[in-house]
């Protein structure tokens, strides 16, 4: 009796900790809210800053490189301030942000401010994680961090509903204005409810590190965007995809040679990880990219005002909450491939899109989509931390989450690139629509590349269940 009211007591989240998880999902909400709901709005912001959709795409590229860029100073800037004082400096940064942005006259003022909004949205969620595990009983970890599935599935897939209805009513600026008065709520809740622990000797840091990755990874955005306003490689491009592979070329050595690497690429030994990795950049792609795609079709091909733009694309959240209760049923290789499969057969309808394509059809495509999403990320992530050591886990987690980030952008500014070539030849409705539908193949191809990977995870898994059910069968003979 007395043992099963231990456990019971022990499963409990602490006061403590439940008010950790309440601080920090408001900021990691809004984190990754961002991510998706400007994907509205480029139509608007295209109209009202008089830009293109390439140009425009960098509002939200802008966004997600920044947020890959701060995250590998995360873990060191925790200890040295102390994490609950990062986190309330990466709210105040990134509510800053949001006001900048609000207030932008110009497509240059916005995508600066959209970088300044990244950096205090890229250290909310991992010094959040930081707080939450601080606060969680051994015991407690895979629960704290089964949480992480809100922010990263529901926060995106609702985005461009929430953006839509703002934008409708109230123009462009108010999907940012929204972050003010939750961003300040949050501040005022972490400054009264998290005790701000003093920050320690944190060591050396890695500069030269962060600015050979953050170059290398600017570079080969920039240079893959290029590609696809020029329609092949030209100068701009070839400068942008030489900096940024000479930039990463220089950071892995420099990485192997350092002590307190910025990031350690050694991890990438291992066979397991380096799958889960790339799948994981490559979903990021597929997803992140393929969101802005859809809006864009709504309102340019279909006609669409923002609001129903928004809600067509809603049943993504849906799908994605209905994947939740089978991500633990089974390994997370087979799990993974089984979303990846799923994503990618989604993907196919998009293909045939016209100027009468059933909104039915539509939703449905969508629902599927997010369950594919929400089987294979999760998995691929913790797939990933099962191929390591303990010790090593601290080490993958920023690197999960900047490949994540990156695949987003890249995908974000490639799929735009190549949607803007494609409008360009087309003149009336449906051969716009074939324009969309030519971009599709790309987000298929993204999709198939990060299925691949998964295939390797699941049979992995699969070999180590027959080897471990062989050695049970032979102990039982014995």
Not at 428 to 435: H, I, S
């Amino acid at each position: 009796m007395t043992d099963g009211m231990t456990e019971t007591a022990n499963e409990r989240f602490s006061p403590a900790l439940r008010r950790a998880i309440g601080v920090v999902m408001i900021g990691a909400s809004l984190s990754f809210l961002d991510t998706t709901i400007v994907n509205v709005a480029v139509h608007s912001l295209a109209g009202g800053l008089h830009a293109g959709l390439d140009s425009v795409q960098w509002a939200i590229t802008a966004y997600l490189l920044a947020l890959a860029a701060v995250i590998p100073v995360t873990g060191w800037a925790a200890r040295r301030l102390g994490a609950a004082r990062l986190y309330v400096a990466a709210l105040v940064v990134f509510t800053i942000g949001s006001v900048w942005c609000a207030f932008s006259q110009s497509l240059e003022m916005l995508i600066a401010a959209r970088a300044l909004q990244g950096v205090g949205g890229g250290m909310i969620m991992p010094v959040g994680t930081i707080i939450w595990t601080a606060h969680a009983a051994k015991s407690q970890m895979g629960k704290v961090i089964a949480l992480l599935a809100i922010p990263i599935i529901f926060a995106p897939a609702i985005g461009p509903v929430v953006g839509g209805l703002l934008i409708s009513g109230l123009g462009w600026q108010a999907i940012f204005w929204l972050n003010v008065p939750i961003g300040i709520v949050g501040i005022v809740l972490a400054l009264r409810l998290l005790p701000m622990d003093k920050g320690a000797d944190a060591g050396r840091f890695d500069l030269l590190g962060l600015i050979l990755a953050s170059l290398g990874i600017v570079g080969i955005t920039y240079g893959l965007a290029e590609i696809g306003v020029a329609g092949g490689l030209d100068t701009n491009a070839v400068a942008g995809l030489l900096v940024g592979v000479l930039a990463l070329t220089g950071f892995v050595l420099h990485a192997l040679r350092s002590k307190h690497p910025l990031l350690d690429v050694r991890l990438y030994a291992n066979r397991e990880f380096t799958a889960a990795m790339i799948a994981t950049f490559a979903l990021g792609a597929a997803n992140y990219g393929g969101m802005i795609l859809m809006p864009l079709y709504l309102q340019t091909v279909r006609g669409e005002d923002v609001i129903i733009a928004g809600l067509l694309v809603a049943p993504t959240a849906i799908g994605a909450l209905l994947s939740a209760p089978f991500t633990d049923r089974f390994g997370p290789g087979i799990t993974s491939f089984t979303g990846a499969a799923i994503l990618t057969v989604a993907t196919i309808p998009f293909l045939f899109l016209t100027t009468s394509t059933s909104y039915w059809l539509l939703c449905v495509v969508m629902v599927v989509r997010g369950v594919g999403f929400g089987l294979s990320i999760l998995p691929t992530m913790t797939a990933a931390y099962q191929a390591l050591r303990p010790e090593q886990i601290p080490d993958a987690t920023p690197q999960l989450n900047i490949l994540q980030r990156v695949g987003g952008a890249i995908g974000t500014a490639v799929l735009a690139v190549v949607l803007t070539g494609q409008l360009h030849h087309g003149t009336t409705p449906a051969e716009e629509a074939d324009g969309f539908s030519t971009t599709f193949w790309w987000v298929l191809a993204i999709t198939i590349i990060a299925t691949i990977p998964t295939l390797l995870l699941a049979y992995t898994e699969r070999s180590a269940r027959q080897r471990g059910n062989r050695g049970r069968a032979r102990g039982g003979r014995r």
